[in-house]
Nanobody, 125 residues
């Protein structure tokens, strides 16, 4: 059974960095896209970034600040978050969805069937 476990969240000040990790088990990554989503209090869950094969996508709000990467040997996907802002405060979730063809990647919530439990990121001075 496919499982995802996030880690790496925490409390940081504006301008600082964090790296989130998502360890995936129970499936090979070849046919799946992995996405990062976040949900702030009182808001809808929104897509942040995704990766499939070498293809990546980012939400406009995080472009140039966040970088997604994957280590297939470790079955882990990372989200490097730099220049964090208070508006980045949220619970961050990683998710897995079937990729219809190699390299397809979309940060649309409905495309993802498997979800982790989330990790809290708080950006505050």
């Amino acid at each position: 059974q496919l499982q995802l476990v996030e880690s790496g969240g925490g409390l940081v000040q504006p301008g600082e960095s964090l790296r989130l990790s998502c360890v995936i088990s129970g499936v090979t990554l070849d046919n799946y896209m992995i996405g990062w989503f976040r949900q702030a209090p009182g808001k809808e869950r929104e897509g942040v970034s995704c990766i499939s094969d070498r293809r990546t996508n980012y939400a406009d709000s995080v472009k140039e600040r966040f970088t997604i990467s994957r280590d297939n040997a470790k079955m882990t996907v990372y989200l490097q978050m730099n220049s964090l802002k208070s508006e980045d405060t949220a619970v961050y979730y990683c998710a897995a969805g079937w990729s219809p063809f190699l390299g397809f990647c979309a940060i649309t919530r409905e495309r993802y069937a498997f979800w982790g439990q989330g990790t809290q990121v708080t950006v505050s001075s």
